[in-house]
């Protein structure tokens, strides 16, 4: 593992976003969107429902193609053309719903599409491969206790651990995380975001998308926040202050107005 | 970068204590398969007690014929449901597949090989053609295959009124190739006072071949993934479309085997046979642990639900009860099955 130093801003980007946009049609998705993703550095994408983080990681995983701006990697301008070119180069998703197989067992669901064999009939070296995910997961400090055990009896927390796990294992250098703590209680959020930071400090350039300021200010190095498909707020966590982040995050301004609207018409209704 | 990631052979990582195992008892019982076999055992000795005919050795010919009748297709049909599909025109293809051969070589005057060969052709393109419409089209294959099943039912009857005047295929017999062709689709081998079908070995090579390209190849691993969660396996860079057409098309090239066999032994193929053994597959293959909802099953679950099958329908004779009943029989045993299944496999789950 590469010892980082995270205060080191003069490393290059490993991944770059340089206003790029994404149209379909006349509807324009996300515009101008620069962003720097560094490695040992957690990038927090922040945003409402509609703000255009699920546009914008779907451009970086190679699910879109953006229609504006440029995207390098490693310096080099480039484009993904499927999800499984943008693996090839190292960036690794992990969606919201995990993309693991409920019902097959652990070892399987960790080894999906990247199985290991062995021999001349290219069977499936299973032993080596239970051994190989037993050791990334207590690496990474989780315990399950049966790798045989099919992923559905795990918990969310786990599941989502396994899913990172498996990203950083095949040699993920960029890992974007979909809201990964959205469908999780307090506790188990906290062994997700634990594991934010192992990956963090193993190297990884992480990207977090969020709704969640507390979360994001937790672990996260650098922050974007996005409204209607542009950043409206790009900063490092030492021009920041968590307050700052919510309020930026809840609209700021429009809250207020929000407040006034609606003491407004909390007065009408009393005076009726 | 992970060091593992470039070095998978280390192993300084030790063993976390709290990693326990589960007991063998809990690992045995939650295997798929465990509900078929207990149900083949309560059958077995139940017809053992009340049907003298079934103890008598020279029947194990008979009832392994009757299972593996089914147990061809009932191979295929487990996988295909583990890969999260169904096939309603499995039954009529099979039908399909023998009059093809049948008519093609009688209508055009050529070796029966000849006809073999092209009615392998055309089983694995219904097979292929299934899939293709499957993905093309995002129905659910319940709908696409019922399509299926309507049309090669048409087809069968229509093609062969066609061709001969008659629902069934005239016989060929006495052909080019007839002979030889026989020898492989429906010959008999006596071991003893026991007479074997070839079909029974085809059986038993089926289900090994397709156990082991389940569990121990990649193929097999992409089976659960694309029945358990195509989007996640699509994720993974599984090839979902090929899985799935694959598992069709296996499904077609067992219904040739099957077709090849009913038209070797009988000489002559009815257009209108077949009707309703789809249901009898799929049965198979839910006793023997498979879920409709896919991802989850087992093929040698699916082999015990057609020797389950077999006993069932000869020890129903051999106990002399009124045949009209197998049918209703056949419907407990799958809502058993199926709950007996379900029951296990929370019980295994929870420990």
């Excluded at chain 1, 927090?44 to 190679?62: E, F, M, P, Q, R």
């Excluded at chain 2, 055992?41 to 053992?48: E, G, Q, T």
């Excluded at chain 2, 071991?191 to 089926?206: D, E, I, M, Q, R």
Aim: hydrophobic share 50%; proline share 3%.
């Amino acid at each position: 593992m590469s010892v980082v130093d995270n205060a080191g801003v003069a490393d290059a980007p490993i991944l770059e976003l340089d206003d790029v946009g994404k149209s379909y049609g006349n509807v324009h998705a996300l515009r101008g969107v620069g962003l720097n993703v560094r490695q040992g550095e957690v990038t927090c994408v922040l945003g409402d429902n509609g703000a255009g983080k699920s546009t914008l990681i779907k451009i970086i995983a190679g699910l879109h193609e953006h229609t504006d701006g440029t995207m390098r990697l490693d310096g080099v301008a480039c484009r993904f053309g499927s999800p499984r070119d943008a693996q090839s180069r190292g960036i690794a998703t992990v969606y919201q719903d995990l993309a693991l197989a409920p019902l097959m067992s652990v070892w399987r669901n960790f080894f999906l599409g990247n199985e290991l064999r062995r021999g001349p009939l290219r069977i499936l070296d299973i032993a080596r491969m239970k051994r190989i995910c037993g050791e990334e997961l207590v690496k990474m400090g989780v315990i399950i206790p049966d790798l045989d055990r099919p992923v559905a009896s795990l918990s969310g927390g786990q599941r989502q651990c396994i899913a990172i796990a498996r990203a950083i294992y095949f040699g993920a250098r960029v890992i974007i995380l979909d809201e990964p703590t959205a469908a999780l209680g307090v506790k188990q959020s906290g062994v997700v975001l634990k594991y934010i930071v192992k990956a963090r400090d193993a190297g990884l350039g992480v990207i977090l998308i969020t709704h969640n300021p507390h979360h994001a200010y937790l672990v996260g190095d650098h922050f974007v926040i996005l409204k209607l498909g542009r950043v409206v707020l790009d900063a490092r966590r030492d021009e920041l202050t968590l307050e700052q982040l919510t309020t930026e995050m809840a609209g700021g301004q429009e809250l207020a107005e929000l407040g006034h609207e609606l003491r407004g018409a909390d007065q009408e209704e009393r005076r009726k | 970068m992970t060091a593992a990631a470039t070095e998978p052979g280390r192993t300084e990582a030790t063993r976390d204590d709290r990693v326990a195992g589960r007991s063998l008892a809990a690992r045995l019982l939650s295997r798929p398969e465990v509900g078929s076999l207990v149900g083949a055992v309560v059958i077995f000795l139940l017809f053992m007690a009340v049907a003298a005919p079934f103890r008598n050795v020279a029947n194990i010919g008979t009832i392994l014929y009757g299972a593996s009748a089914i147990g061809i297709m009932a191979v295929p049909v487990a996988l295909l449901m583990i890969g999260g599909e169904f096939d309603l025109s499995a039954g009529v293809a099979v039908t399909t597949s023998g009059l093809s051969a049948s008519l093609i070589a009688w209508n055009f005057g050529l070796n029966v090989w000849m006809g073999v060969l092209l009615a392998l052709a055309v089983s694995l393109a219904i097979g292929a053609f299934n899939g293709w419409l499957l993905l093309r089209t995002g129905l659910p294959s319940f709908l696409v295959t019922l399509g299926t099943f309507f049309i090669l039912q048409g087809v069968n009857l229509g093609v062969t009124r066609l061709l001969t005047g008659n629902v069934a295929t005239a016989d060929i017999s006495d052909m080019d190739g007839f002979a030889a062709a026989q020898k492989v689709f429906g010959s008999e081998v006596a071991l003893g006072p026991v007479t074997l079908k070839v079909t029974v070995l085809y059986w038993v090579v089926l289900t090994v071949v397709a156990a082991y390209v389940l569990l121990r190849t990649r193929v097999g691993n992409w089976i659960f993934a694309v029945g358990g969660d195509a989007g996640a396996a699509r994720a993974m860079g599984v090839p979902v479309r090929a899985t799935k057409i694959g598992l069709f098309m296996a499904v077609g090239f067992c219904g040739w085997v099957s077709g090849m066999h009913l038209l070797f032994q009988f000489n002559t193929v009815q257009s209108g046979e077949g009707i309703g053994k789809e249901f009898i597959f799929i049965i198979a293959a839910v006793i023997g642990g498979c879920l409709l909802t896919g991802g989850y099953g087992s093929v040698v679950g699916a082999s015990v639900g057609a020797l389950i099958f077999g006993m069932t329908q000869l020890g129903i004779n051999y106990a002399g009860w009124n045949p009209d009943w197998f049918k209703t029989f056949l419907g407990v045993m799958l809502l058993l099955a199926t709950v007996v299944n379900v029951y296990v496999k929370r019980k295994a789950d929870l420990r």
